[in-house]
């Protein structure tokens, strides 16, 4: 009965994801060449530097040989395809059933990267794709510490080209960087200053390379000379206009109804992940990986992203996702290599029940999952909300 109950559940749920990663792969294709992401993916090196224009400089030699349109829509389908399947599998092998599916269902977790559709197709995926593969390397090595050149060239390839791709990834690195630095004790100061000195470059090419006015022009046109009904949007439209001239956080946060919604998103993503890291008692199995210091430090790198993003950027609900989603593959590995170094995961006395055989705890996740949905964005108008009733 348990067994056929969860089978049940997690086909019907991955129907409705299947559904939604559908429905927003052609959102994405129709709203070619002038959707907002296309825009921010056009962004460009070769007018000169600007910052997370690895992506579009990629794109624009590749468009000399295929269609781009045709070409990062499959490149793109099959980097969440495959982010998608590698999440769940680890997931799965790391925790119970229960928590598979919570997790990889949330709103605000893996599938809020299909859900909300005027997010898909950025180049989000990409920096969350590397920075998981550093943890996974990191992790890799923790568990078994023979000495692997390739893994720690694989590590500093992935955060160079993270950093390239985006500057939002200065924010969400910090809980990458604590996995490299502990399976990195035996030389932990070359580390520190590898990554320290890449971080540092990382500030200073997101700050002093903002790109111009001329810059952005000469990209429009560009672009508009392979694709003739092109039009400047995205992030190609702020290339070389003073930031500050636009609207800030501020009037949104003072706006109490999206403020009460932001509040209600938050706790609402962080409802699974507490109760993973009640179940599996995540402080002490940290502690244990970890040591004290380095835990408690790992909780200020969590937390350090909401903070500063909250008052940098409108897009709250990828603060909110983005954020969950790090400290989530963070808490995952940590637990992996308790139990590689161990055996077994501490558990609570309330695991035996967090199974959807028990009628409440089904009722319960069902209503979770499926009764709320989480934007990445939302205008200022008379009633803005993050969240919303979805299906």
Known sequence: ????????????????????????????????????????????????????????????????????????????????????????????????????????????????????????????????????????????????PERQERTWLTIILCYLAAFLIHEITLFFSLLPALLVLRANERHKLPAMATIGTIFLLSVLFAIHFQGTAVMREAMFHDWQALIPDFTTQGGMRFIGKDLSSHATPFPWLQTYSLRLSYIMAWLLALLPLGLLVYVYRFHAVCMDVLGRGMTWFAYGCAVFPTVVLTFMINDFGRTISYSCLMFMFFALHILRIYRDRHGDLPVRPCFSKLHFANTPVLIGSLYYLLCWKLYHYVPLSMEPRIISVSF
């Open 1 to 144: 009965m348990r067994q056929s109950t969860d089978n049940f559940l997690a086909l019907s749920l991955l129907f409705l994801f299947a559904a939604n990663f559908i429905y927003s792969i052609i959102y994405f294709y129709g709203a070619f060449p002038n959707g907002y992401v296309w825009g921010e993916l056009f962004i460009k090196y070769t007018d000169g530097l600007v910052r997370r224009g690895l992506t579009g400089y990629i794109l624009y030699h590749a468009a000399s040989f295929f269609d781009v349109h045709i070409l990062w829509t499959l490149f793109i389908s099959v980097t969440y395809t495959i982010f998608f399947i590698k999440s769940y599998l680890f997931i799965r092998e790391t925790v119970s059933h229960f928590f598979t599916i919570i997790l990889f269902f949330s709103p605000a977790l893996l599938a809020f990267l299909v859900k909300d559709p005027a997010l898909y197709g950025r180049k989000d995926i990409l920096f969350l794709t590397l920075l998981a593969i550093i943890m996974a390397k990191a992790s890799a090595v923790i568990s078994s």
